[in-house]
């Protein structure tokens, strides 16, 4: 399998049309790779909290749009990062999308974890309640966004519903760059999975990005790592090698489930 991770900067004197056009023509760019993945809120910065509202779009909106004509123009799997969506009833969220080589909605899946610790994203999005796993031909990806990298649960329950590949699409800080590194490669050992990892460049709202998209095997190593600027980490792996992972270390046969909390604290 060919992915291409674009790892776009998003920079406040660019609008967020402008920026529509450029981004479809670069997916246009990767004809030829089966798998084509965008960063978290691209169009509007994920910091830049003051232009959710404003920017907002239904499911269905100009990105939408946009992103399934250039999936389909390039003939790939296209997932198209995340929006500020806004539902029918005005609750925003931040929602993702995946395309088919034809086009078609293949699936979308809106933020479980929202960051901000009672401000921002936190108070100003609403929470997905639903994982969201889809079958490409030779692998079954699990959708994930940013802040969800810290909840190990959620990705087990990616992984029980059939995950070999898991998708990251994210907005991270430079000043937390150790943390996303680590994160993704922790993800993948434990779950014995590939996780494809794509984030931001540029500054969003004063909060520089940490760039550095990054692609792991299931054994935890490194098969390509972006820098901190506008790039295409473009790698090649076989997605089979998830299967064959769990076969020769059977590790997530051992879980233990169900454990629980002592009933008086240890001494």
Excluded at 69 to 77: C, E, L, P, T, Y
Excluded at 127 to 147: F, Q
Aim: hydrophobic letters at 40%; one cysteine or more; proline letters at 6%.
């Amino acid at each position: 399998m060919r992915a291409s991770l674009l790892q776009i900067a998003v920079d406040e004197g660019e609008s967020v049309a402008s920026r529509r056009l450029r981004v479809a023509a670069l997916v246009r760019e990767q004809a030829g790779a089966d798998l084509v993945v965008l960063p978290e809120l691209w169009t509007t910065g994920a910091f830049a909290y003051e232009e959710f509202e404003r920017e907002a779009e239904p499911l269905q909106g100009p990105t939408y749009e946009a992103m399934a004509k250039a999936a389909s123009d390039a003939g790939v799997w296209l997932h198209a990062g995340s929006i500020p969506e806004r539902d029918p009833q005005g609750t925003l969220y931040n929602t993702s999308l995946l395309f088919t080589p034809s086009g078609e909605l293949a699936a979308s899946y809106r933020k479980i974890h929202r960051f901000g610790f009672d401000q921002g994203e936190a108070v100003l999005m609403g929470a997905g309640e639903e994982l969201v796993t889809v079958r490409l031909p030779g692998t079954r990806l699990g959708l994930a966004t940013c802040y969800d990298l810290r909840f190990p649960e959620l990705f087990r329950g990616l992984v029980d519903a059939g995950a070999e590949t898991l998708v990251v699409v994210s907005g991270w800080p430079e000043r937390r760059r150790a943390h996303w590194t680590l994160l993704a490669q922790a993800r993948a050992v434990e779950n014995q999975a590939f996780v494809l990892a794509c984030g931001t460049a540029g500054t969003h709202a004063r909060v520089p990005q940490a760039g550095h998209s990054i692609v792991v095997d299931p054994w935890g190593e490194v098969l390509a790592e972006a820098g901190p600027g506008e790039e295409v980490l473009t790698v090649e792996f076989d997605p089979g090698k998830a299967e064959t992972t769990r076969s020769q270390f059977p590790a997530l046969k051992d879980r233990v489930l169900g454990l629980e909390p002592p009933r008086r604290p240890g001494r």
